[in-house]
């Protein structure tokens, strides 16, 4: 499936991505210039989940290039970083942003990531929780510099985007392989 990593700068968008795909963690990483793509074959169940993933840019001057990602995308992960209250503000900017120019079925998630800085929290996880179950979002606290809930952010997106119908020859770049080798086509 594919997914869309947006949208504040420095919330710690990359570093999810990396410790998702790579298993590591680099305090000195560099700004997203744009996107960056990655991808990462999961098991799930009796199937692998290929997961097609874009990583936007935070930065303002890359805002206009955002449509170009998550249109296609099965799903948006929308981050911010729970030590900064303004980047909760930004957060709910780009869910209103998805709901009206993103795709109409698009599953959204929000990550309130550096979780492991909870004793500098600014965003308390209710008030994280009552904002996702207003709109209907899978909402989790991570920490890519920990490994602290990763892998269940991209599992709970995973449950969340309904099978294709293997006969549908969707566009939207997802595979849902099969360990047999069958290939289905799959969201996003
Ligand atoms: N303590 C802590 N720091 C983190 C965590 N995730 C990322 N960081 C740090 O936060 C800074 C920004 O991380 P990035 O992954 O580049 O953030 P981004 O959202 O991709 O930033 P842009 O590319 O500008 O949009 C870096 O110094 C990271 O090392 C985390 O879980 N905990």
């Given at each position: 499936m594919q997914l869309g990593l947006g949208k504040d700068t420095g919330v710690g968008k990359s570093s999810i991505v990396c410790r998702f795909v790579q298993d590591h963690f680099d305090h000195n990483i560099s700004p997203t210039i744009g996107a960056s793509f990655m991808t990462k074959t999961v098991p799930c169940g009796n199937e692998l989940h290929k997961f097609l993933i874009w990583?936007?840019?935070?930065?303002?001057?890359?805002?206009?290039?955002?449509?170009?990602?998550?249109?296609?995308?099965?799903?948006?992960?929308?981050?911010?970083?729970?030590?900064?209250?303004d980047s909760f503000h930004t957060l709910k900017k780009w869910v209103k942003e998805l709901k009206e120019h993103g795709p109409e079925n698009i599953v959204m998630a929000i990550a309130g990531n550096k979780c492991d800085l909870s004793d500098i929290r600014e965003v308390p996880l209710k008030d994280a929780k009552e904002y996702a179950e207003s709109i209907g979002a899978v909402v989790v606290e991570t920490s890519a510099k920990n490994a602290i809930n990763i892998e269940e952010l991209f599992q709970g997106i995973s449950?969340?985007?309904?099978?294709?119908?293997?006969?549908?020859?969707?566009?939207?770049?997802?595979?849902?392989?099969?360990?047999?080798?069958?290939?289905?086509?799959?969201?996003?």
């Open positions: 990583d936007t840019a935070g930065q303002e001057r890359f805002h206009s290039l955002a449509p170009m990602y998550y249109r296609g995308s099965a799903a948006a992960v929308i981050v911010y970083d729970i030590t900064k209250q449950r969340q985007i309904p099978p294709l119908d293997p006969h549908e020859n969707g566009n939207n770049g997802t595979i849902k392989l099969k360990p047999t080798s069958q290939a289905g086509r799959r969201c996003c």
